[in-house]
Nanobody, 130 residues
Framework: DVRLVESGGGLVQVGQTARLSCVVS????????MGWFRQAPGKEREGVSC????????YYSDSVKGRFTVSSDNAKNTVYLQLNNLKPEDTAVYYC???????????????????????WGEGTLVTVSS
């Protein structure tokens, strides 16, 4: 069975950091493109970042570029999202998703437009308090 399990959310103060983990079982992440999404209260889900763990190519939405960093530990079959300089508007449930088979990524556009989401995690809530 495929499972994606996120963790690391919680209540943080403005300007602080959080590190989210997504532990994957059922397939090897180094053959997949992986993505992080978020859904804020009352808003639609949006893409945040994507990575091809095979070669480390990674991209970000404009709203988080320069503040968030996606990475992977292929030996642990885990994808991470480091959230720095958090803002109240970053408050959301963060989801990990498997986008589809891929060995590399070439652009944020590719992540957004050329992949669906094969598998989803249950999400982890990040609340940024001022």
């Amino acid at each position: 069975d495929v499972r994606l399990v996120e963790s690391g959310g919680g209540l943080v103060q403005v300007g602080q950091t959080a590190r989210l983990s997504c532990v994957v079982s059922g397939f090897a992440i180094d053959g997949y493109a992986m993505g992080w999404f978020r859904q804020a209260p009352g808003k639609e889900r949006e893409g945040v970042s994507c990575i091809a763990p095979n070669d480390g190519t990674r991209y970000y939405s404009d709203s988080v570029k320069g503040r968030f960093t996606v990475s992977s530990d292929n030996a642990k079959n885990t994808v991470y999202l480091q959230l720095n300089n958090l803002k109240p508007e970053d408050t959301a449930v963060y989801y990990c998703a498997a986008l589809g088979p891929a060995m590399s990524l070439s652009s944020w556009y590719e992540c957004q437009m050329e992949y669906g989401q094969d598998y989803w995690g249950e999400g982890t809530l990040v609340t940024v308090s001022s």
